[in-house]
């Protein structure tokens, strides 16, 4: 079937779904695989659930009118999303990096909304497949749109922006992450400049970018770029770090005006998020007091940079992900924070390759000039590094441990990969 045609019964539906689960009424299900599932077997139930149309691409499940079947139903659904962006005709600003993407997506969206009704990213819908399915739900009232873009793979994102096509776009940074996948730190560098390759080849496309990061700097060559970084007055936006105590605050300048920030943010290094978001307001004209409201107002989770305060102790639990740059620059704004009696409790870090325990054991020769009060290590990785650090092979056993000897008055630092599940500790600290 042509798009074009397929676009049409889209139209009807107005929105679709990959779920039997959530099969709106009038919706369009497309019928995905996976390793463990084929959707194409549940067409007929996401009918009798309300979808006024089922997508297969098996032939012996098209066996009703308003079962529609093609070639691929992954390649289907991309095709879908790019088609609406089309006739959408949304501004969209695309947005990957190895670290901050989705707290820097959160960042740009609130501040965009101050002025713009704003479609974004949800979650962490950023692959092969969120990605279309947040293009489909552009609607007219949407004046821009903030599409996140994950990779661990080479040539993802690029498949990602030929989806999106995006007007503008922003990479956080670049670092050590899904080495196994990537093969090396310069293929993370190539994979996350395909977002750059594409804006080349688009008329008047341009990148919001970090001045400070050679390599980023590097890599955007030959593309128009509007840049932000720290304490540097040429610049289009400027920051300067005031205090981490324990939240981040900062101050911008933006033609020679200076502000100040006062936010809920745990984390020096999201300083650049939060310089990147003003960036992009302050070139969609949203006025500055309202891009620091917005800033202020803005309160982080899904475990990521989240301050939780107990009954016993000051949580910060960023362990939604964990890879050698994330770790270290958490760690480092752990040794800024001036608070006392501080503890790490530090999980594997996954995907590292070839390079999992060179890379453990520089985060643990780091740990040992920090001068923490207690630091406990999770995990297998850790394990064969640990030196004379406390060390438990899963959270389970460090659970046992805190039922034991439960800490008090102390501000905790919980990260790792999000496999290690240190996100559970919350429940017994």
Known sequence: MEISTLYNCFKECGCV????????????????KGETFNGNAFARQALEKGCRYAVVDEPRYADAENIILVDDCLKTLQALAREHRRQMGTRIIGITGTNGKTTTKELIATVLQKRYKVLYTQGNLNNHIGVPLT????????????????????????TLVNIAEPDCGLITNVGKAHLEGFGSFEGVVKTKSELYDYLRSKENAFAFL???????CQASAGLATIGYGM?????????????????????????????????????AYNVKNALAAIAVGCHFEVPAQAICEALEGYIPSNNRSQLTETADNHLIVDA??????SMRAALENFRLMEVPHKVAVLGDMKELGEGSVEEHRQIVSLLTT??????ILVGAEFGKVCGNFEHYPDVEAVKELFAKSKPKGKFILIKGSNSMKLFTLKEVL
């Open 17 to 32: 779904t990959t779920d039997t689960r959530n099969c709106p009424e009038g919706s369009m299900f497309i019928a995905l």
């Open 135 to 158: 293009l489909l739900g552009l609607k007219e009232e949407h004046e821009l749109a903030v599409v996140e873009m994950g990779a661990n793979h080479p040539g993802e994102i690029r």
């Open 210 to 216: 970090d001045k400070d990061n050679d390599v980023l």
């Open 231 to 267: 304490e540097n007055d040429a610049l289009y936006v400027s920051g300067k770090l005031r205090a981490c105590a324990p939240f981040l605050s900062f101050e911008w300048e933006h033609e020679g005006v200076n502000y100040d920030v006062n936010t809920h943010l745990i984390g």
């Open 320 to 325: 939604y992900n964990a890879n050698p740059t």
């Open 370 to 375: 920090l001068g923490l009060e207690k630091v």
